[in-house]
């Protein structure tokens, strides 16, 4: 475990269960002690600034930089799969707390904190991957009210799950597709294409970020390392600090491009931890922030529930020059300090 | 097409596209005009009101009971697939207004006004299905707000795809490979054994409304009829009035629940139009209502969207038996006029 992340709460003694939908074929999560969870508490009840010791707080200690607990109203495990316990009393769903100021955002983090989450993500999908119940280790951020965040201080969370998760398990198999025609990673050559389209954000650092040809939201933005690696673990130390610049200026520019505080799921995609389809993952970060435009959100609605199919409202060869020219204002990679 | 409904107005020029993610393996459609299209008008701009002939609004009538007229901002087609079109020059993308009168919603409406709205989707389901370039007819509603509604005056839409979508083509192989092992149709089973179960919400007229065992929304409820039919042409002349009854039981039990007019996805599934799976489709209505708690919402957030899975706050038996209490006070479907 990194020094600097400690292991504080225990889980509240809930009682999820998973349930396989037969019809769509998907495990579904039910947590119902999580209807009555802490709900967008004021600044002096949140559960995630320092409390100081023996304080009331989630984080019983005078400060910190990032810590890493049990989530008290975990989503998943331990786990009853139709009525049989399936894992151990452990919830495998952490939060990550990015720092002990309650009003920083992620865009507004150093780069070396950013740099020291990523330690964690990495360390946190080594020690949870390496159980045995865990098939796939799933890191991800929801950032403001309109993605239903009910804690405003900044923070992460991160999800051990006992099975490979549909949207990981489509492109893994896509991959598993496209290398046994091609010999090579779907990844590489979507990326690699992308570099060199009107769609590509920024690159630069062995990083690209671009919004994707066939992107969901209208300002979705997919951030790839161009060498071939499938986890967080696998990334040299240049590497890491180039990651965490590109996290950075994701954030930054989804900032300066709505002119405010953007709301986002940062999603994480890596291997899974189960030995299953390694050679095909491709470590990847997806942004997808809910605006289509600044003064107006897309919905998940009727089309996408009930069909599956996405309708998107804008051009992503359009949203993708709007992020460049916004992205002109950040600091560029190579203008952020560079510690190594 | 059904007397009742006449054709108005054409699409306003806009020329979608679909393109194809190979990393999910699922067609997005991009609608770009779609950005700008008329958003929460006052009540004397509304564009589905009767304006009068040669009146302004998308209906120059002087009142109708049920229209349906192509979408002027069309989220599919005539679609563009990689830069080659593969659509005749219709949209295939209706909408369906319910009544002339701008305040009531669908729960508010008359039975016989109902029964009408499954004879118009009956008919479109046919009219647009005969297209060779159609796979899918999609008949949903998004109702409220909260579902990103743009207009209040109530209505549905018709989506005419040229793919079976993502949602049911996994409920079709499902249904496929269930039928392989057993002989039998998934959703006859699936449908009779939550009928027996304490999820059930009503049952009667040979119809059947449940919230099933892996429900991704707290309210989530599927309705069936018990009859083995495939699509709603099939259905009998009393089906069709057991239908439209039971359609509004849902509607109004909502309201009832919540305590005020509740926003939901109606999304009906029905076979593909293209020949494909028909043995294994059976009809049924699907309502995603976006509340957790009369006061809470449930967001589509970082789990769902980056992962695909779904996390629910509540327990099916829990909230069925809420909605049955609530279905107490609404009419039996018994009570309400059966005009046949």
Known sequence: MHPNQRRLAGPAGTKPELRFDALRQEWVAFAGERNERTFLPSTDQCPLCPSGPGGSSEVPLSDFEVVAFENRFPALGPDWVNGHPVRPPTSGCEVLVYTS????????????????????????YRVLGSRPEVAYVYVFENKGVEMGVTLHHPHGQIYAMPFVPPVAAAE???GERHMRRT?????CDDAGREAASPRMVFQGDGMVAFVPEAARWPYEVHLYPLRHVSALPDLANPERWALSRSLLRVAK???????FSAPYVMA???????????????????????HRRPDRLKYVAGVEIGAG????????ETTAAEL??????????EELPSPW
Chains 1, 2 share one sequence.
């Open 101 to 124: 100021d309650h009003d920083l955002t992620f865009a507004a983090l150093s780069v070396e904190r950013v740099r020291l989450l990523v330690e964690v993500w990495a360390d946190r």
């Open 172 to 174: 893994l198999r896509a």
């Open 183 to 187: 010999g090579r990673c779907l990844h």
């Open 253 to 259: 520019t989804y900032d300066q491009h709505f002119g």
């Open 268 to 290: 994480i995609h890596q291997a899974p931890t189960d030995g299953s389809w390694s050679r095909n993952a491709h470590l990847h970060v997806e942004f997808y922030p809910p």
């Open 309 to 316: 199919t996405w309708v998107n409202d804008t051009y992503p």
């Open 324 to 333: 460049r020219a916004a992205g002109l204002d950040n600091s560029a990679p």
